[in-house]
């Protein structure tokens, strides 16, 4: 795992040095033939006025208070570093977790608050010392964009438990600079390499950009967990990260059941090729259920009771909980004991896991259900996520905020 932290050149001459160098080889000046030739003229044009030897400036959408609506803002990206690479974003997902921070309901949320966790883009410029991209490149941004890079759980391509505390893509101590991190409902986004997906050739850019949080949430604990084929495995709420699950858990030839609260959803869960959908509410099926499942993943963002689905986990079963991140409900001692059941909790994935789940899903061809939507009804679709309204993820085409909004400075 490569070293990222504080590899600023010391000497502010050889850090100018490199941030011209930078600048050259989005241009595609310092480019080799093979580079220049993937290179759009616009990219390479863009790239040339769009980071300069200080930090510069960037389109984003975002809220200045936890009551206010997502409105056109003006922000500033970090001069490019070394290890830096500077994404031209073209989509970005609408994440659960972004209306969340957004209204504030996990804490106190830093202002401006510009959310977004699900990023495609393009590369318009490296650092000199970048192996991993060159310009023109397809990368990805997930929930993470910094850690410690030397406890042992980073160590361990585990960063989303680092010891020492990672830096999230939005909303978090901006370990680079000072200030909070601003995401990916923006035009550009300056990122360490270690933490850029590669996005392999050939994906559907807006469909993979939920991935990023989505997949590798709900992909991390069945490579955990080992779900293997013929496993009973029942996936809990069908959302964005629900829906992503049981496509996940059907290419693992795992027997997937659903469990929803709306009938609507029934139908659905087939097409994704759940073997059956239940609806939780309805008492004598879960009953009918009962001691039934290797793993049970809950992709539920609030809380709800959990005992009537730790009821149907087998002898060692796990239920793993994703979504809500507040205390939970209704977990009964023996209910666990009698069974020597498991619940356990899991959060998004480290980068090496990231990179596995996009490279498996581009080969098997496994995507999100999405509805691409402009920058200007993000607010509208916020209200749609909140109401169970999108099958199943909106993702916003940055085209949009390139070409109509008027930010605010
Ligand atoms: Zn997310
Ligand atoms: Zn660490």
Known sequence: MSKRLNEEPQHPESAMQTRRDALMIGAGLLAAPLVASVIPAAYAAEASTSAGDGPFPAHAYGATSVTSPLVPLQIER?????????????????????????????????????????????????????????????????????SCGTCENCLADLEQYCLNGFTLTYASPDSSKAGHTLGGYSDKIVVTEHFVIRIPPGADLAATAPLLCAGITTFSPMQHWKLAAGQRVGVIGLGGLGHVAVKLAVARKAEVTVFTTSQGKITDAKRLGAREAVLSTDTAAMKGLAAKFDLLISTVPEAFPMQPFINLLKLDGTLVNVGAMNPLEDVHGLGLARARRSLAGSIIGGIAETQEVIDYCTTRNIKADIELIRIEDVNRAYERVVNKDVRYRFVIDMASLKAGSQPRS
């Not at 966790?117 to 192996?131: M, S, Y």
């Open 78 to 146: 970090r001069a490019l570093g070394p290890k830096d690479v500077l994404l031209d974003v073209l989509y970005c997902g609408v994440c659960h977790s972004d209306i969340h921070t957004v209204r504030g309901e996990w804490g106190p949320t830093p202002s401006p608050c510009v959310p977004g966790h699900e990023i495609v883009g393009r590369v318009l410029a490296v650092g000199k010392a970048v192996t991993k991209f060159k310009v023109g490149d397809i990368g990805g941004v997930g929930c993470l964009v910094n």
